[in-house]
């Protein structure tokens, strides 16, 4: 168990206050920090023994200790997640991320076609799928999977935008996914000049609604926001059709693979397979690949995958797939000191988790022990690595309120 040092990541949408205060550095913060990476990813692997190794040297050079046997067959000898605490202070790119077996084609093509993994126009940098799993820590919103079309088509005829009456009365004869379908292709596909039309439409729709009071008054000012922010996109009427999600602290939702999402606003700790594929949608300068889009999106309408995990007591489990695990231990009340230390080593709690873990804190502070008798205190900002050789692991409050994550994979 070593201490793991995280890179910060400097996106434009990110927060000049959440990271740099969860890190004890000053605030705000000289540009806006989105996302601290907790890994072993190619672009930028987090570091150990005092930043004199990598944790990807970890993995090359002991990958038997690192893993673990069964373990470096499953992931050929590389960490299959990673875990990062996301400040969305403006909202991502409308998205979805492909299946394993979409993944491996795409990448076997790109490859083949000799596509260079930077190129913008290059969709699949891995041969991984990319499933993600957010847990909020403060008021988190985001838009998340096709809505049902009946209520979509409610949401339309509440706008009243005349501009769109084809469209609402197409998904009304068909409120299914095809009809998602077709409207979804219709509007990503439409010229420039049209969506130019429609948007500032759209937009003025949305005034009128919140001005009468309409039912879906976040939905409205969701649309305005972005439609101000990315004016003359397509992405706009897109989000039209998507789930409006606001997760309260410590709900999850998770994005499997063909899920359009956006995250709006707010912090959580999100946790996804270690890949980069990323199809886009829209809200986004950046290449739009809508053949390669509309063959990954999956447009079954429904609710919003949140999870509610499992276990009692302080430690929650979340495991929506093979990849990743997140493991969520919140202790509540306050530290009193010496007095209640023999009540804090009752309150060791089996995290029942094996292979190669990172723990981060992000309020108070947590001790961690392994099964070979090794303890570390993991303050608020600070991180650490547990390869698979150190066995069980326990957690237990040391400064309380406390609040943990522990990523592993999802083999159990």
């Known amino acids: 168990m070593e201490v793991l040092k995280g890179s910060v990541r400097t996106y434009t949408w990110g927060s000049r206050t959440h990271l740099a205060d969860l890190l004890g550095e000053e605030v705000p913060s000289p540009h806006p920090q989105a996302e601290l990476w907790l890994g072993a990813h190619r672009d930028e692997p987090s570091r150990i023994d005092g930043g004199a190794r990598t944790l990807a040297d970890v993995l090359a050079t002991d990958p038997q200790g690192a893993l673990g046997p069964a373990r470096r067959d499953r992931w050929t000898d590389k960490l299959p997640y990673l875990l990062k605490v996301l400040a969305a202070e403006e909202p991502l790119s409308l998205q979805a991320h492909p299946s394993a077996e979409q993944a491996e084609a795409g990448w076997a093509r790109e490859e083949a076609a000799g596509v260079p993994r930077t190129a913008a126009e290059r969709n699949y940098p891995d041969p991984l799928p990319k499933p993600e799993l957010l847990c909020a820590l403060t008021e988190f919103h985001a838009l998340a999977g096709f809505r049902p079309a009946a209520e979509t088509v409610r949401l339309l005829r509440a706008l009243d935008v005349r501009a769109l009456d084809h469209h609402t009365e197409l998904l009304a004869g068909q409120p299914d996914g095809d009809g998602l379908r077709a409207v979804f292709t219709t509007w990503i596909t439409l010229p420039q000049r049209a969506v130019d039309e429609l948007v500032p439409a759209l937009l ?130 306050t530290s009193t000191g010496e007095q209640d230390a023999e009540q804090d080593a009752e309150q060791d709690v089996e995290l029942g988790v094996e292979g190669p873990r990172i723990a981060v804190a992000v309020e108070g502070s947590v001790r961690l022990r392994t099964a070979r008798g090794q303890e570390h205190v ?35």
């Open 204 to 333: 003025e729709g949305c005034v009128a609604h919140l001005r009468a009071r309409g039912e879906f008054t976040a939905e409205a000012r969701t649309l305005l926001d972005l439609g101000e922010r990315y004016p003359g996109d397509a992405g706009v009427l897109a989000a039209l059709l998507l789930n409006r999600v606001a997760l309260a602290p410590g709900e999850c939702l998770y994005q499997p693979a063909g899920s359009p999402h956006s995250y709006l606003s707010g912090c959580g700790v999100e946790l996804m397979a270690n890949s980069d594929n990323v199809l886009r949608c829209g809200l986004t300068p950046k290449h739009v690949d809508v053949p390669e889009l509309l063959r990954v999106l999956d447009f079954t309408p429904g609710r919003p995958p949140l999870l509610h995990g499992e276990g009692t007591g302080p430690v929650t489990r979340f495991t929506p797939s093979e990849y990743f695990s997140l493991a969520r231990c919140a202790f509540d009340g």
């Open 378 to 412: 993991v303050t608020r900002g600070t991180a650490v690595w547990v390869p698979a050789c150190d066995g069980p692991v326990t957690v237990a409050p040391v400064e309380r309120p406390a609040l943990a994550f522990v990523a592993a994979d999802g083999l159990g």
